[in-house]
């Protein structure tokens, strides 16, 4: 037998984004699992993240780094301030801006919270090998930049059909 003979399977039949939006779902769920030890509501994560490497930030900025709308992050930001972990203050620069950092409170929460989302990782990807990670990875990021509008995907590679005496 050829060492480089891969057998045919049906993948072409496989409902992928639905096999991706499944497991997307089932990771998002673990994950907010996982967060709610720390007092952390899914979701809440991205922002608390974002927040622990600056001082602070508008909510403008928050909404475009995370690629969500300001409205989702004004909720999210009052849900956490009413928890205690960040507070809002004026702008020095812009009385109109708004800007959020987190209160000690918050501070206290990111180490639990990254041991949160690292143990969720460890449970979904741990029986992954190094390089299967690696390729999950590539993978992912290219599928997230060919439904990126932005970005225009490369051109896919027509296979070249074979008649019906080739091998």
Known sequence: MNRFYIEKDDSENVPLLSTLQNAARSARTHVAKQLLSTGLYAGQEGVMELLSTAESRTLGEIATAL???PPTVTRTVTRLQEQG?????????????????????????????????????EQAFGSLKKKERKQLAKILTKIEDNLDPEKKPPARKKKKKQSANTP
């Open 67 to 69: 690629g969500v709308k």
């Open 85 to 121: 972990f960040v507070e809002r203050h004026e702008s020095p620069v812009d009385a109109r801006q708004v800007q959020v950092r987190l209160t000690e409170s918050g501070k206290n929460v990111i180490d639990n919270m990254h041991a949160a989302v690292a143990q969720a990782e």
